[in-house]
């Protein structure tokens, strides 16, 4: 599946490579980027992420080893709005420069997410708040269950720094400026940088086709409740994600690689679930045993992370123990109950009985769980 970014920014165009850095770690590199910015934005982007192959972009790609000549970003994917003149727009400063910058992110938005073998990642981390609330406005419009959208945050001491554009390799000594304006000086390695998926509910089923065939701001729209007679979890090791229904969350390759292989032991289990919820089902498992399926979760996270787990942590997925365990199991299930309400708690992982007997498995009823492995 094609990953398009598409992104606002303004005058400080970090938050593309600091979120392309964000992607790469979590296995997610892209395939196309567009840019929504105003003129002076746009000259920010060339200058600084492009310039002629020698940017921030390239220098981001060569430093990671990613092969930037397979990303489509180029200068015709610089998208600024214009006025009734046919001229690129300086700044957002009326209701005129809003109704442009709303109608670009909705022209932009339906033709990029017009292929279902694409995935539109809408990244609302840059450029005025305007700018935000527009093309969050045309996600909910015209996005689908494979789109996210994204905000990327960065330790507060390195946001918006001019020499920084992501964590090098090699880490380097920056000057910085606290609260007060006094300089000091930190090194990049303690960067923080996390991406934020930000929930979002989607109109496009029931939109109308002329709706969908082009870029017109809906007047009114009513949003009904999407009722489905039966609903599944399938969990998509190759998209990293875990669906219910219309629902789709992305997953952590750590915390899907445990999670699908208590989906493994169950689907491998043709039990029904016990009438009396008091009672353990077979399939739970002891943690020593559960920890005799350690080459198989090094497996899955491989698979899912496509790459091998040479070199992880001794105390990350690969090498599990009682404590990581249970630190695990409590991402995985917030994760779960976070995307999908209460339906979360059937694939959730749940302890049975008192330590240091407890049983760990997931309580769903098999043909109601699919793991696809492509």
């Not at 840019?35 to 430093?63: A, M």
């Not at 995935?119 to 700018?131: I, S």
């Not at 105390?315 to 995985?332: D, H, P, Q």
């Amino acid at each position: 599946m094609q990953r398009i970014l598409l992104a606002v920014s303004g005058l400080n165009p970090q938050v593309i490579t600091e979120t392309l850095y964000c992607l790469h770690m979590e296995g997610r590199a892209v395939d196309a980027i567009h840019i929504i910015t105003t003129r002076p934005g746009k000259d920010s982007v060339l200058t600084g992420l492009l310039d002629s192959g020698k940017g921030k972009f390239y220098q981001f790609c060569d430093e990671y080893e990613l092969a930037a000549s397979s990303v489509d970003f180029h200068p015709d994917n610089i998208h600024v709005p214009q006025n009734t003149k046919g001229q690129e727009l300086d700044d957002i400063l009326s209701q005129e420069d809003n109704e442009a910058l709303l109608e670009l992110s909705l022209r932009l938005t339906a033709n990029l997410t017009s292929d279902d073998r694409s995935a539109v990642y809408f990244l609302v981390a840059g450029g005025r708040k305007t700018m935000t609330s527009c093309l969050s406005f045309a996600a909910q419009i015209y996005g689908r269950k494979q789109d996210r959208i994204y905000h990327v945050l960065v330790s507060p001491e390195f946001e918006g720094h001019r020499e920084f554009w992501y964590p090098p390799i090699e880490s380097r000594l920056l000057k910085l400026h606290d609260k007060n304006g006094e300089p000091f000086y930190k090194e990049t390695r303690y960067a923080s940088m996390q991406l934020i998926s930000i929930p979002f509910l989607s109109l496009r089923k029931h939109l109308p086709d002329c709706l969908l065939a082009g870029p017109d701001v809906p007047g009114a729209l009513m949003a009904q409740l999407v009722r489905e007679k039966e609903r599944f979890f399938i969990l998509s090791l190759a998209g990293k994600t875990v669906a219910y229904g219309s629902l789709q969350m992305d997953n952590k390759p750590a915390h899907l690689a445990l999670l699908a292989c208590f989906a493994e032991i169950r689907l491998h289990n043709s039990d029904a679930l016990p009438q009396d919820p008091a009672d353990c089902p077979s399939w739970f498992l002891g943690l020593e045993e559960f920890f005799t399926q350690q080459e198989r979760i090094t497996a899955l996270y491989e698979t899912i992370r496509g790459t091998n787990a040479g070199g992880m942590s001794d105390t990350g997925i690969t090498n599990l123990n009682a404590e990581n365990f249970r630190s695990y199991m409590s991402r995985v299930n917030q994760s779960l109950r976070t995307a999908f309400g209460p339906a979360g708690e059937q694939l959730a992982i749940q302890p049975w009985g008192k330590r240091p007997s407890t049983r760990y498995g997931i309580r769903i009823e098999k043909n109601r769980l699919r793991l696809n492995h492509e």
